[in-house]
C-alpha cells in the first residue's frame, strides 16, 4: 500500500529563488539582528571604532587581515548565537536547563571571542606605538572627523522612535564624513569596512521604521516606546 504524498507546510510564499534571493535572505538576516540583538548593535559601534583606528594609522598587512578577521569572526558569532536562540525559543516556551545551558554557551562563545578581540587589537597597538606617537595629524583627524562618524551609526542603530529627518541627517552627514575621511584614509580597506558598517546601521533603521509603521506605531512618534518584547540584550 503507498502512503499518500503528506500536503506541503504552510509556509508564506518565497520571496524569490536563485542566487539573488538566497543574498537577499542573507541580508534580511544580519539586518534582523542588529535590529533586535542590543550586543549586535554594541559590536557594530566598536567595528566602526576599529575601523577608524585602521584607516587612521598604517598597519601591516598581517595586522589589517587580523583585525578585520576579528570583527568579522564577532559579527559570525553574534548572529549564529541570536539563530541558536531563536532556535531554541521555538523549541523550549518554559524554563527548561538545557534551553538555559545551550543559550549560555553560545553567548560565551561571543564572549571570548569579543574578549579575544580587545586584546589582539591592544597588542596591536602596542607594537606599533611608534607610528601611533608619530601621526599626531591622522589622530586629530580621525578624532575630529570620525568620532562625529560613529556618532550617525549610534543615532541609525538606536532602537528609540525618532523622526525620519534625524534618521535621513544621519546618514547624509555619516556618508559627507565617511568621504572626508577616506580622502586621507591609510588603508582604503578600513574605510571599506567603514562605509560598509555605515551602510548597514541605514539598513537597520529603514527596517526598524517599516516594522514600526507595519506594526501600526507612528514613526517619529516619541509618545510611542519601542516594543520591549521584541528587543533582546544579546
Ligand atoms: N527557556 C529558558 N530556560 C532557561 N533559561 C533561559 C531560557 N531562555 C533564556 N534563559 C536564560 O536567560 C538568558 C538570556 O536569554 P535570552 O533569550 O533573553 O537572550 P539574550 O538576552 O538575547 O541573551 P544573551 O545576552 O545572554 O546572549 C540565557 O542566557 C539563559 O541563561
Known amino acids: 500500500m503507498t502512503v ?8 508564506p510564499a518565497r520571496r524569490g529563488s536563485g542566487l539573488i534571493a538566497s543574498f537577499g535572505h542573507a541580508w534580511a538576516g544580519l539586518i534582523h539582528t542588529v535590529v533586535h540583538q542590543r550586543n549586535m548593535r554594541v559590536h557594530l559601534i566598536s567595528a566602526v571604532l576599529v575601523g577608524l583606528v585602521g584607516s587612521g594609522i598604517p598597519l601591516g598587512l598581517a595586522e589589517k587581515v587580523t583585525l578585520i578577521f576579528c570583527v568579522l569572526l ?24 538545557k534551553a538555559r545551558l545551550t543559550k549560555d554557551a553560545a553567548a560565551a562563545g561571543v564572549l571570548v571571542l569579543a574578549l579575544g578581540t580587545v586584546v589582539i587589537f591592544a597588542a596591536i597597538l602596542v607594537h606599533n606605538w611608534d607610528t601611533v606617537r608619530t601621526s599626531t595629524e591622522a589622530i586629530v583627524r580621525q578624532v575630529a572627523l570620525g568620532l562625529p562618524l560613529a556618532a550617525c551609526v549610534l ?60 506594526s501600526g506605531q507612528l514613526p517619529g512618534d516619541s509618545s510611542v516606546n519601542p516594543r520591549p518584547g521584541n528587543e533582546k540584550t544579546g
Request: overall charge neutral; hydrophobic content about 55%; glycine content about 6%.
Open 4 to 11: 499518500p504524498a503528506r500536503p506541503p507546510p504552510h509556509f
Open 155 to 214: 543615532v541609525l542603530v538606536r532602537p528609540q522612535p525618532r523622526p525620519l529627518w534625524v534618521d535621513l541627517c544621519a546618514f547624509l552627514g555619516g556618508g559627507v564624513l565617511m568621504g572626508a575621511l577616506a580622502i586621507h584614509s591609510a588603508s582604503l580597506v578600513f574605510s571599506a569596512l567603514t562605509a560598509g558598517l555605515l551602510f548597514v546601521a541605514a539598513s537597520a533603521a529603514y527596517s526598524r521604521r517599516r516594522e514600526a509603521r507595519s
Open 74 to 97: 564577532i559579527f559570525f558569532a553574534e548572529i549564529l548565537n541570536s539563530a541558536l536562540e531563536h532556535l531554541v525559543d521555538l523549541a523550549v516556551q518554559q524554563f527548561d536547563e
